[in-house]
Structures are given as C-alpha cells and as structure tokens.
C-alpha cells in the first residue's frame, strides 16, 4: 500500500509555470507506475500525464505536450509535473495515482491509490 500527498499548486498568471510534487509513502515506491489526472469543475477527471516504474517511459495528453514534463526519484519517493506555459483551460484540481500496471494507463480505473488533489489556478 502506498500513501500520496501532493503539494505545489497555487495561483498563477497565464504564461507561468510550477511544479507540483507527490510525496509517497512506503518503500515500494518504485514499483508502481505513477499519473497524474485534473479534474477542472463540472468536468470529468482527466488523465494529464504518466511515468513507468523506472521513468524511462512517460506518457502525456495531447493538451499538454510539450508544455508539462513528468519525472520521478524513485530515491525520494516523489512524483513531479512541471508545468510551463500554464493556459486558463489548465485550471483543474491536479491528483497524482499510483498503478500497479507496468506502463502508465490513461483510464483512471486502473489506478488502485490516490492523493487528495492540490488546486492549480490560472488567471488570464
């Protein structure tokens, strides 16, 4: 079992950047493949980008390509996602999951464990 806290989000301009971190409890933390989904309101939960085991292979949505860059320390047991080039539309509440899948899947039912979300705001 692993236990996710995210952190980094905020208020940001349009055009801005951060970068949001998963903090994972436990010291299987390299074993799972990891994603991080949006959920912007009165939409469905979105997935936004994902890393294998190893972070050797990452997996992004179209909207964001190019703009976010996920990577992992499997050494300190964190996710992040960097966030350049923020948009209004990246407005959303950002979860990071964890899946016992071997690569990143994009339907959020294959991910067994979640953190509670930290808001990301943009203001135009």
């Known amino acids: 079992q692993v236990q996710l806290v995210e952190s980094g989000g905020g208020l940001v301009q349009a055009g801005g950047s951060l970068r949001l971190s998963c903090a994972a409890s436990?010291?299987?933390?390299?074993?799972?493949?990891m994603g991080w989904f949006r959920q912007a309101p009165g939409k469905e939960r979105e997935f936004v980008a994902g890393s294998s085991w190893g972070g050797r292979t990452t997996y992004y949505a179209d909207s964001v390509k190019g703009r976010f860059t996920v990577s992992r320390d499997n050494g300190k047991n964190t996710l992040y996602l960097q966030m350049n080039s923020l948009n209004a539309e990246d407005t959303a509440v950002y979860y990071c999951?964890?899946?016992?899948?071997?690569?990143?899947?994009?339907?959020?039912?294959?991910?067994?464990?979640w953190g509670q979300g930290t808001q990301v705001s943009v203001s135009s």
């Open positions: 999951a964890a899946s016992m899948n071997q690569l990143p899947r994009v339907d959020e039912r294959e991910y067994d464990y």
């Open positions: 436990g010291r299987t933390f390299s074993r799972y493949t």
